[in-house]
């Protein structure tokens, strides 16, 4: 970035920096702007990938679709649904394109040459600068096509919470009715009975009359959330450890009983086979996040956190086994809705 705003010529940090043109990308647009502002500012945390968290310089004039419409519902505090719509892809036998941010996400969140994840803000912030239009690749809701901007907005339909309201005689919470959407976007008894549909359309989700039954499935996806956005006091207990002596570079990846070499003489033992393979996104979280250090030196940090994703992954098996559990009472009385394509 220092070098990006530098006085240096623009072609030389072109060349410097591989960088091209794009639609929405104007190399020296944006050195120009920068130079005039205090960029180190729009340093902003950012999920890069499920698990894998990163940073990023947020300034539209840097970002080729850089989603402003959506992302700047994450300014402040907030929980964002990311899916996508439709998946075609061999190599993903179920669909598993569902992860939940608090911050600013990549467009390409999910490993995908097609399509990409679409996010739905919990909460939508009024802000000077909002634009009026909507499309549908502008702010997506979780229901409703459209809504007034308010200075925090719930982003989900009347028509869901009053119908919820009535069959519960009490009106549950935005993050109830969130956490609730995640359980069943996570439980494998509805990715499989759903399938072919989920193939073609965004995921549509079953809302039970039961209170109890819609509590517990709270709690479970309460319970997933914390650990995927790395946040549960289960993590600092992890189920992996960091073994051998070297210099912590990641070399060659191996997988084999339990263990993940990064080298030939450091591994990571504690990762069971269902770990070792569970994807969200469409890949290996444990193979990939690795894949993309290749050649680095891991920090203790990023021992640490690999540690907490294998925990966070071991536990998430455990609770959709939970979800599964409870999902087919779901589906015995389920709430009616006018509009279908809302359920």
């Known amino acids: 970035m220092r070098t990006f705003a530098s006085d240096l010529p623009d072609e ?47 300034m539209t004039e840097l970002i080729d679709r850089d989603r402003h419409d959506v992302m700047q519902h994450f300014a402040k505090e907030n929980l964002g649904l990311v899916v996508m719509r439709q998946y075609l892809y061999e190599p993903v036998k179920i669909y598993n394109y569902i992860f939940c941010v608090e911050k600013l996400s990549d467009r390409r969140l999910f490993i995908s040459n097609r399509g990409a994840g679409i996010v739905f803000p919990l909460y939508l912030f009024q802000t000077k600068d909002n634009p009026k239009k909507r499309s549908f690749s502008s702010v997506m809701m979780l229901f409703e096509p459209e809504a007034d901007y308010g200075v925090k907005k719930s982003n989900l339909s009347a028509e869901i919470i009053d119908s919820l309201s009535k069959a519960f005689k009490k009106t549950p919470s935005p993050e109830d009715i969130f956490y609730y959407i995640y359980a069943v976007l996570y439980s494998e008894t509805y990715r499989a009975k759903y399938a072919e549909f989920l193939k073609i359309d965004f995921p549509r989700v079953p809302f039970t009359k039961d209170y109890k039954l819609f509590k517990k499935m709270t709690e479970c996806g309460n319970w997933l959330v914390d650990l995927h956005l790395l946040k549960s006091p289960e993590l600092d207990s992890p189920v992996a450890r960091f073994q051998g002596k070297g210099d912590n570079k990641v070399e060659k990846i191996k997988y084999g009983q339990g263990k993940c070499f990064i080298n030939n003489d450091q591994y990571f033992e504690g990762i069971s086979p269902e770990v070792w393979q569970y994807q969200i996104g469409g890949y290996q979280v444990c193979d990939k996040w690795l ?17 907490k994703v294998v925990t966070a992954l071991d536990k998430t098996i455990e609770i959709q086994k939970e979800i599964d559990s409870l999902y087919p ?8 809705f006018k509009n279908s394509k809302k359920e």
């Open 12 to 58: 030389i940090v072109r060349q410097g920096l591989d960088l091209k043109d794009t639609t929405d990308f104007k190399l020296k647009e944006a050195r120009e702007k920068l130079k005039k502002e205090d960029w180190k500012e729009s340093i902003l945390p950012y999920s890069y990938r499920p698990f894998d968290n990163r940073y990023i310089c947020y």
């Open 291 to 307: 894949k993309d250090r290749k050649g680095r030196i891991l920090s203790l940090d990023e021992i640490r956190h690999y540690c």
């Open 329 to 336: 009472e779901i589906e015995k009385e389920i709430i009616e």
